[in-house]
């Protein structure tokens, strides 16, 4: 990490989604985790669908969280049983223990899919390359993810220069409250010793972009198609495109007007969608 507290700007990315195309693998790692555990809610085995996992991503922000909510919200507060807990979990301790327990190897089964899988999104590297090798500009990553999640998908898209060169780098066990409380951004201006209004992150959904509108940052939303349909506009973005490669994007086209007309200027004008 970076000593440097004299920046100007700073560039910060989430990851999944962002960095990588990683939520059908969090989906396909959560589903091997519930049929390895054998969860059944009234008899029938516990599987997220495409649709129903792009829903939850849209809604709600870290994993355990989103379990949580299909349980209490989508099966109206019914836990399932499990192999190792015939019974359905009563009390929020037991609750708590069997998604935990979840959680945990989940993170297992995603982090070795992401190892076969994972490569970066077109234009997400050289966009930050550019900014790490600009001096006035901190450059990091703020991730919902548990930190083992996140350290590897970072260890094999990033590799090990990139991530040394980093100014900040906050994941999802490193803060109370997650995406979309914009903790975890104003956490990260803190540590950069900058201003908010100064800082441009890039999401890929409408839970981190509340983040980081919350935090008082302007947000470029690279979406997917899960996140596609979102109206991102509504929601205070910026600027939205597919793809950062398909649209060329590069730091003077985010930092450029900024710095020439002030923090409010438009971003991405005639690139963005």
Known sequence: MSSNTQFENA????????????????????????????????????EWTVEYYDMLQNTVGGGKPKMHFHFRETMGGKYPSSKDMPSPPQTEEEQTVLVDALQAHKTELYKQLVSENAEARP??????????????IAVGFCSASPKAAVTKALDVVLGQDRRERLDVCILGDDVSKLKPDPLIYTTA??????????????????????????????????????TEKEDFYDEGADAKVPELGAKGVTLDMIFGPMREKGVDAEILAGVKD
């Open 189 to 226: 201006a803190e540590r950069l010793s900058i201003d908010p209004s100064k800082c441009v992150v890039v999401e890929d959904s409408t839970i981190g972009l509340r983040a980081a509108k919350g935090a008082g940052m302007r947000c470029l939303i690279t979406y997917t198609s899960s």
């Open 123 to 136: 234009g997400v590297l050289s966009l930050m390359d550019e900014a790490l090798d600009a001096p006035s």
């Open 11 to 46: 560039l910060i990315f989430d990851c999944d989604g962002v960095l990588i195309l990683t939520e059908e693998l969090h989906r396909l790692a959560y589903n091997a985790a519930f049929e390895a555990a054998c969860l059944e809610v009234d008899g029938k085995p516990v």
